[in-house]
């Protein structure tokens, strides 16, 4: 069996962490960026504290500024565990006054007192150089110098991951642990459904009693309710198919050890005409097992679950139950029954399963003939009832149903005792079964005048 909670686990994780680690990874560049500028800010007035001190190394022959700074000092002032940095000194007149001639030169302002620092490389490397010009000496009217001092960039970009892994370190561990929190809690959340599934799964296939809802939680009660309904309706259906197997086998078995009984008589007779005889019954027998057979299976046909199999289309109930009475005349003529029809003048178009629809009225049609006196009277009566109804009515003036049969004669195999004719007693279950399935009603009563039998089926007329 699939085992269903990793595909939750997944989604509810992926639903999780996706929009976590995209934040991450827009928290850690705007981290690197904003930790990028302080520590430029922080090294950028280094570089500027450089190039002052260089600037007082700057000496003035009359109007000429000159620099004067040894191996030594210079090297004690450029010196750095990290980084490479070098300066470079012009004058005004940008004769270069010391310094490293192989710099850059600088790219634009650099105007006094509003020194630059911007990236820039020396040597194929990545730098920050700061550019600015500043007085030699203390006085306004002194000349000025442009200083130039560039920095490699090692100790800035250590110092800006160092600050951006104090943000996201913490972060990360916090979706780490989310991640943790979600996936264990999503197996001790599921425990409950899985202790469902192995009570589903260990049931035996006959065993439709409702599962058990004490332990589930509130979100899947509904689901379980529903199925526990279901299960409640495949048990009544079960039932109702054992009870109409064991039915069917019981009223089959009847017909056919007669049969039997009648083959062995006739096996055993000498005499043509008598065998003849025995063949006519045997017909007769073999007949009515046929039309037992007919309407169980018809009985199967309509049984309440086959609504999605019915043809439902419009039709004139006055213009179909005529031809279908018609279709009865020769019988009627047999029995010498004055079969009659009355309609109305205009049609009354229901929605009906044409074939169903005639099953039904060969039904109460064949009863009533079937169960009235020879020589009697059959009508069959279309009208409208009321509004929205109209009525197929089917009268004989045989022998009334009494009042307290009335309800049980529509069971399966219940028939009148007394009643001569043959019959499986399964007709006017069948027709329930059709009206149901139509949405229409059926009653019984005693004929107008008080003798015989009317059966009336109420069907919906269709909605203009
Ligand atoms: N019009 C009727 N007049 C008198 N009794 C009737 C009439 N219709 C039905 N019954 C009684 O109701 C019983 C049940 O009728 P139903 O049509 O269900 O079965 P059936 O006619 O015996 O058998 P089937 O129609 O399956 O061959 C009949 O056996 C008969 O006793
Ligand atoms: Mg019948």
Request: proline share 6%.
């Amino acid at each position: 069996m699939r085992k269903p909670e990793p595909r939750l686990r997944r989604k509810l994780l992926a639903w999780l962490l996706g929009p976590l680690v995209v934040l991450l990874v827009l928290d850690t560049g705007a981290a690197y960026w904003n930790s990028l500028r302080f520590s430029d800010l922080a090294y950028d007035r280094a570089l500027y504290e450089i190039g002052r001190e260089i600037v007082l190394h700057v000496k003035l022959d009359g109007n000429r500024p000159r620099l004067d700074l040894s191996e030594a000092a210079s090297n004690i002032l450029l010196l750095d565990q990290e980084d490479l940095l070098f300066f470079r000194v012009v004058g005004e007149d940008g004769a270069t006054l010391g310094g490293d001639a192989e710099l850059p030169p600088p790219q634009r302002g650099g105007e006094p007192g509003k020194p630059r620092v911007y990236r820039d490389t020396v040597r194929g490397e990545p730098v920050r150089m700061l550019v600015a010009w500043m007085p030699v000496g203390a006085d306004a009217a002194t000349p000025k110098v442009l200083v130039q001092v560039a920095e490699t960039l090692h100790k800035r970009t250590r110092l800006a991951w160092e600050m951006v892994a104090n943000v996201v370190v913490p972060q990360l561990l916090l979706i780490v642990m989310a991640t943790a929190v979600v996936w264990f809690g999503v197996s001790r959340g599921l425990e409950p459904l899985q202790r469902l599934r192995r009570a589903v799964s260990d049931r035996s296939h006959l065993d439709l009693s409702p599962i058990d809802t004490h332990d589930v939680p509130g979100e899947v009660r509904p689901l379980v309710d529903e199925v526990n309904e279901l299960m409640a309706r495949l048990g009544r259906t079960f039932d109702f198919q054992s009870r109409f197997v064991a039915d069917a086998a019981h009223q089959l078995k009847t017909p056919v050890s007669g049969l039997k009984a009648q083959i062995e008589l006739a096996l055993r007779e000498n005499d043509a005409e008598r065998v003849r005889h025995s063949l006519a019954q045997l017909y007769i027998s073999a007949d009515r097992l046929s039309r037992l057979v007919r309407q169980l299976l018809s009985l199967a046909r309509n049984e309440p679950g086959a609504l999605d199999a019915m043809q439902l289309q419009p039709l004139d109930l006055n213009a179909y139950a005529l031809e279908v009475s018609m279709d009865w005349v020769p019988q009627a003529l047999k029995r010498d029954i004055d079969l009659g029809f009355e309609g109305v003048e205009h049609p009354l178009v229901i929605n009906a399963d044409r074939d169903r629809l005639r099953e039904l009225i060969n039904n109460l049609i064949d009863n009533a003939i079937r169960y009235s006196q020879p020589s009697g009277r059959v009508t069959v009566r279309v009208t409208r009832s009321d509004g929205d109804h109209c009525r197929l009515a089917i009268s004989d003036d045989g022998p009334s149903v009494p009042v307290e049969e009335r309800a049980r004669i529509f069971e399966r195999f219940h028939r009148l005792l007394g009643t001569q004719e043959d019959g499986s007693g399964l007709g006017l279950a069948i027709v329930s079964e059709i009206a149901t399935l139509h949405g229409a009603r059926i009653t019984l009563e005693e004929d107008i005048d008080g003798v015989g039998n009317t059966f009336s089926v109420f069907f919906p007329l269709r909605a203009a």
